[in-house]
């Protein structure tokens, strides 16, 4: 029978230190969590998404979580650039708003600080049409 040497016995077989997590998490600072949409925010965000995907206008989106800010992307096509870019940035919410809507060239079509009232740029004109 061969015998176990003491980091074998330990529990760590390749020899090398065993540091308690504690310890660990004490000497590292946390790094700070990406933004994210909440429920009720992207439960907004997917209700317009659903129409305009039944209208035919959009076929495909994206969901980025970044240190600064959140995008929701559309896309008409995969392969293309986003139609429109629905951020929500919360380092402006004190100044402009911290959701706004974003076209193709950079444009920014609606800024505000209530995520609903941002979205009414997708809401269609109605017009009379005369026969």
């Known amino acids: ?9 330990d529990g760590n077989a390749s020899g090398e230190n065993v540091v308690e997590l504690a310890q660990f998490r004490s000497g590292q600072k946390a790094e700070p969590l990406p933004i994210t949409f909440h429920r009720r925010e992207l439960d907004a965000i997917l209700w317009i998404y659903g129409r305009m995907v039944g209208e035919g206008e959009w076929r495909d ?3 980025d979580h970044m240190k600064d800010r959140a995008v929701f992307s559309v896309f008409k096509r995969a392969g293309e650039m986003p139609l429109y870019r629905i951020e ?10 911290a959701f706004s809507v974003t076209n193709t060239a950079g444009l920014v079509l609606k800024r505000g600080h209530d995520l609903r009232q941002v979205l009414k740029v997708f809401d269609r004109n109605l017009k009379l049409v005369e026969k």
């Open 1 to 9: 029978m061969a015998r176990k040497s003491e980091s074998q016995r």
């Open 61 to 63: 989106y994206a969901l």
């Open 88 to 97: 929500k940035n919360p380092k402006l919410a004190a100044k402009q708003g």
